[in-house]
């Protein structure tokens, strides 16, 4: 049990010099220690005395994706999550709005917060939205014709 910690730990850790390693981005900014400690607080919220294991974690640039994003926060970071709790906690807005602006207020390259269930299309996105709130972002089908090009903030495509 211990082993696989420190696996995703280590994973947290190469995530985040991964996502402050864009030559842009390493110009202006340092890997950040509250950076840092907001990922690792996040992935012990979602785990603490909950049937749940944060099983991956991963950072995107969202630059190719959408039309505008919040200034100089080109990044996404998300939690891939598995065990029977996951659907409770994919279903908790206020519990996941309170960790993804817990990131977006300490990681200044991050404008958007993704959790997922491991292995499938179930994905609750949460990001920077006016007056610096934080929130779920609204779904558009894959068939809407606004899915086949570049997205406006705060839209997802759904399946």
């Not at 030559?23 to 749940?52: F, G, T």
């Not at 994706?65 to 100089?72: A, E, I, L, Q, W």
Request: glycine share 6%; net charge positive; hydrophobic share 35%.
């Amino acid at each position: 049990m211990q082993f696989n910690q420190i696996i995703a730990t280590g994973l947290i850790t190469i995530n985040i010099m991964f996502l402050f390693s864009s030559p842009a981005q390493a110009q202006n900014r340092k890997p950040s220690v509250e950076c840092n400690a907001a990922l690792q607080a996040a992935k012990n919220q979602i785990q603490k005395n909950r049937k749940v294991k944060v099983v991956h974690t991963d950072q995107q640039n969202i630059s190719q994706d959408y039309k505008s994003y919040p200034k100089n926060r080109p990044f996404s970071y998300g939690f891939g999550l598995r065990g029977p709790a996951t659907g409770s906690i994919l279903n908790s807005e206020k519990f996941l709005t309170i960790i993804a602006k817990d990131i977006i207020d300490n990681c200044p390259s991050i404008s958007m917060v993704e959790f997922n269930a491991s292995r499938t299309d179930h994905v609750e996105s949460y990001g920077l939205l006016e007056n610096n709130d934080v929130g779920l972002f609204k779904c558009i089908g894959e068939d809407d014709p606004r899915a086949k090009t570049k997205l406006h903030w705060g839209y997802v495509v759904c399946l």
